[in-house]
């Protein structure tokens, strides 16, 4: 942690409302004229998608598992090592993973490519992460102890397949049977890495819908906001006026001082 070269991460699985986190800190860094530098998780896989594509063979083979969820696909020192760097002075080294064509054409690469490694851009005020993560712990590499606030989004799990179902065929060009054999591959891992993730965020944000996902593996479409409730979970967060941001969300209701219901739309 570092009060000159903050860490804020959001992280969440593929699917789970990142991206829309990401979006809503972007407009607030505007507003309040914070200079932010933008870290993607994506950026520590170890493999492009053809490789991927040769590890996923060969694990399969050899009757294991490799997932992007896990430490064998994703280079958790580096991403520590990232961090503590920039809580340090403020630097260091990214690249992006290039998912679709129209993040590729501009680099002249391909999809499921990186880009270079650069360095972050100089005097920034703090870093925003948003990947799978930002809070995981694996034997000695601890990469949650170098956030200074972090926050998780997670569905429940029906409505997190449906929205990674839907979002990789729609938006990634994925076939649908490709990402359902995915989600059944990265099982082990996703239990292991990405949900004890969420036991060590200050804030947590769990969408939960209202109407029947019992077979997230059939549907055709998300949840509407106004078919869904959030529970946001506050932990060890101090001097904070919770009547107060309470007050600004309608229909809410409050369950314990560390817990709250509200609406998905507000």
């Known amino acids: 942690m570092s009060a000159k070269h903050p860490i804020i991460a959001v992280t ?4 789970a409302g990142t991206s829309t986190t990401s979006e809503a800190f972007r407009k607030m860094f505007n507003m309040m004229n914070i200079n932010a530098a933008w870290l993607e998780g994506d950026s520590f896989h170890r493999f492009t998608r053809p490789e991927m594509d040769v590890e996923i063979r060969k694990a399969k083979e050899q009757g294991r598992h490799i997932s992007y969820f896990g430490p064998q696909a994703n280079d958790f020192p580096l991403l ?4 503590r760097q920039y809580g340090v002075d403020g630097s260091g080294q990214y690249r ?45 590499t601890n990469v949650a102890q170098h956030v200074d606030l972090l926050i998780g989004m997670v569905p429940i799990v029906n409505l997190e397949w449906i929205q990674k179902i839907v979002r990789d065929t729609r938006d990634r060009g994925h076939s649908r049977e490709a990402v359902m054999e ?62 107060y941001l309470l007050a600004m969300i309608q229909a809410h209701s409050c369950h314990a001082i560390t817990r709250s219901l509200c609406p998905a739309a507000r």
């Open 96 to 140: 992006r993973y290039l998912h679709t064509f129209d993040e590729a054409v501009p680099y002249n690469q391909m999809p499921g490519t990186f880009t270079p490694w650069q360095a972050l851009p100089e005097n920034t005020d703090v870093l925003f992460y948003e990947g799978l993560h930002g809070g995981v712990v694996d034997g000695d």
């Open 182 to 243: 995915s989600i059944v591959r990265s099982m082990d891992d996703y239990l292991n890495y990405i949900t004890p993730q969420f036991s060590r965020t200050h804030i947590n944000f769990q969408r939960v819908p209202t109407v029947d996902t019992s077979n997230p593996l059939s549907a055709k479409a998300i949840p509407s906001l106004d078919e869904s409730f959030v529970v946001i979970r506050f932990r060890g967060i101090k001097k904070v006026d919770f009547p």
């Open 80 to 83: 520590e090592d990232f961090f």
């Open 12 to 15: 969440g699985s593929s699917g």
